[in-house]
């Protein structure tokens, strides 16, 4: 069933743009948005705000969306003849004989085949875990905190999170970054233990836990994007007749 809070426009120009208009309860104002894993344009509007307004919202601002455009990061799919970052050093994606998937002489084996995608994910996510897993603990134990649960998945916009009963939430992709970037998203989220906030006290906590911390938030502030932009999806098998 189509969503009637849901309707697409395509901006005129070169290239033409298709942009999605959601209308939100929730939303007091237009919003333009880029995706940063896949270009996605989506507008956001208010359910009483008349889509012709909306539309003169577009154009005014169709200069900022396509410089948005063009710097996004392209897509890039994990596919075997491809290289993925791994602890920020790119690592060749090629073709091996069994069943599994594994490292081996600095490259990444996979066995033939659609799931290449899929294969190497589950690869990258085993090694995030064990390596989020170390950074976590040597943080908690440096300022005398017991963390909860640890769990990876796969958000848009954060690159962790903590509860506030301190469990810890991680994007497996930073297992993509290199290892200071992923330590320091570790002892970000740690430092969450003690403060609950972005105050000035947890950003000392931060500090004593990773000096340069700043550093290293740039780092994903710069390149975030393109760790976002790879894709893991079961690749298409060719038709046969």
């Given at each position: 069933?189509?969503?009637?809070?849901?309707?697409?426009h395509v901006l005129p120009g070169d290239p033409p743009v298709e942009v999605s208009l959601r209308r939100s309860a929730r939303a007091t104002r237009y919003s333009l948005r880029v995706s940063r894993t896949d270009g996605r344009v989506s507008?956001?509007?208010?359910?009483?705000?008349?889509?012709s307004e909306a539309l003169a919202f577009l154009r005014d601002r169709e200069g900022w969306l396509r410089r948005q455009l063009v710097q996004a990061p392209v897509p890039q799919?994990?596919?075997?003849?491809?290289q993925v970052p791994v602890c920020g050093v790119p690592r060749d994606i090629v073709a091996a004989a069994g069943r599994s998937t594994r490292f081996a002489a600095g490259r990444i084996?996979?066995?033939?085949?659609?799931?290449?995608?899929?294969?190497?994910?589950?690869?990258?996510?085993?090694?995030?875990?064990?390596r989020l897993a170390r950074a976590v603990a040597a943080h908690a134990a440096a300022i005398g905190r017991t963390p909860g649960r640890l769990t990876l998945r796969d958000p848009r916009s954060r690159w962790g999170s903590c509860s506030s009963r301190g469990d810890l939430m991680f994007s497996w992709r930073l297992i993509m970054a290199p290892p200071a970037v992923l330590d320091y998203v570790a002892a970000h989220?740690?430092?969450?233990?003690?403060?609950?906030?972005?105050s000035a006290a947890f950003w000392q906590v931060c500090r004593a836990l990773r000096p340069d911390y700043r550093e290293h938030r740039d780092w994903l502030r710069a390149h975030g994007a393109g760790l976002l932009a790879w894709r893991f999806d079961l690749a298409e098998e060719d038709e046969t007749c």
């Open positions: 069933m189509s969503n009637p809070r849901a309707s697409t507008l956001s509007l208010p359910v009483w705000a008349p889509e799919q994990a596919q075997i003849g491809a084996e996979v066995p033939e085949g659609p799931r290449a995608g899929p294969r190497v994910k589950a690869l990258l996510t085993a090694l995030a875990r064990e989220e740690v430092a969450h233990l003690v403060e609950m906030n972005h």
